[in-house]
């Protein structure tokens, strides 16, 4: 069955940075799935945090923009989420997800994606 474990997450201090993996198991043609990266913090709802498609167009919510890089390796069936400059408001839960086979555009909703990790706690002092 499709799998995605999540990993890299941790207590930094405020302008730290952290990478965050996202393994992924159980399907074939990982390079032809765009993949997507969520956060939830407390009492709050998961949001977008950036993606791309398989071929490589990102998106990213405004909030990351120039902070945040998402990456993937097809060779080991994984992507990344580099985040520099963290802020405390970035503490949250982070989940990756599958979303569509040779999909063209970046899903920015949950229900874009059918299989979850997970996710990976990211708490960040001030």
């Known amino acids: 069955q499709v799998q995605l474990v999540e990993s890299g997450g941790g207590l930094v201090q405020a302008g730290a940075s952290l990478r965050l993996s996202c393994a992924a198991s159980g399907f074939t043609s990982f390079s032809r799935y765009s993949m997507g990266w969520f956060r939830q913090a407390p009492g709050k709802e998961r949001e977008f945090v950036g993606g791309f498609t398989w071929s490589g167009s990102t998106s990213y919510t405004d909030s990351v923009k120039g902070r945040f890089t998402i990456s993937r390796d097809n060779a080991k069936n994984t992507v990344y989420l580099q985040m520099n400059n963290l802020e405390p408001e970035d503490t949250a839960v982070y989940y990756c997800?599958?979303?569509?086979?040779?999909?063209?555009?970046?899903?920015?909703?949950?229900?874009?994606?059918?299989?979850w990790g997970q996710g990976t706690q990211v708490t960040v002092s001030s």
């Open positions: 997800g599958r979303g569509g086979y040779l999909q063209s555009t970046v899903a920015l909703t949950e229900g874009g994606y059918a299989y």
